[in-house]
């Protein structure tokens, strides 16, 4: 089978959607990696992503800034991107293994479903800890029970090598959003060693 997006850097996103086969979505991450605050550079990520034949947008939240307790500085980035790119998939990278607390997981979660992005995804894979199941039940919680949550997808991204690894966040997304969601349209990985082990 096909993968549901193939995740470039944004300086290959043109190369990519010319070369990939027909049905192959391009997908490149904005505010990578840092997850800066600056609205600007951010919306200009996605706009190229976009304009390079782009499907897809991963933005990463600006953990950092909402860790430090402004939240509203990280919703403003969000929601640019958001507008930025409509009519485009958005992913939104929480990087929940350095955000650490349930609390903050959930604050993140909220942020990203309240601005209207499709998926909730747990990092970029650039930090010393990616996916983890704690996590992902935060953040599968939080889809499940917001409004748009029936609309929203889950991403495990980051240290997923393996399908017995990658089974458990199947189960847990079968177990909290329902049978039905164990489809591409709300549950994917992004870890391309995975493939391998398939």
């Known amino acids: 089978g096909r993968p549901a997006a193939l995740c470039v ?3 290959f996103v043109a190369q990519a959607r010319a070369q990939a086969p027909a049905g192959v979505r391009i997908a490149a991450v904005a505010n990578f990696p840092a997850g800066g605050l600056d609205v600007a550079a951010a919306v200009a990520d996605a706009l190229a992503i976009v304009g390079a034949g782009g499907d897809e947008v991963d933005l990463v939240l600006p953990w950092r800034a909402l860790q430090a307790g402004d939240a509203a500085g990280a919703a403003a980035v969000v929601q640019a991107v958001r507008a930025a790119c409509a009519g485009r998939t958005l992913k939104l990278i929480l990087e929940s293994g350095d955000l650490a607390t349930p609390a903050l997981i959930h604050q993140a979660s ?3 479903l ?3 992005v499709d998926f909730l995804k747990t990092s970029t894979g650039k930090t010393a800890t990616g996916a983890t ?3 992902a039940r935060v953040m599968l919680q939080a889809i499940a029970a917001h409004p748009r949550g029936a609309a929203v997808g889950f991403k495990a991204s980051g240290g997923i090598r393996t399908v017995a690894g990658a089974a458990p966040y199947i189960a847990l997304v079968r177990q ?3 049978e039905g969601a164990a489809v591409p349209a709300r549950l994917r990985f992004g ?3 995975l493939l391998a082990d398939i």
């Open 176 to 178: 909290t959003l329902g």
């Open 110 to 112: 909220l942020i990203g």
């Open 191 to 193: 870890a391309s060693g």
């Open 9 to 11: 850097w944004p300086r």
């Open 114 to 116: 309240d601005a209207g």
């Open 133 to 135: 199941l704690d996590a």
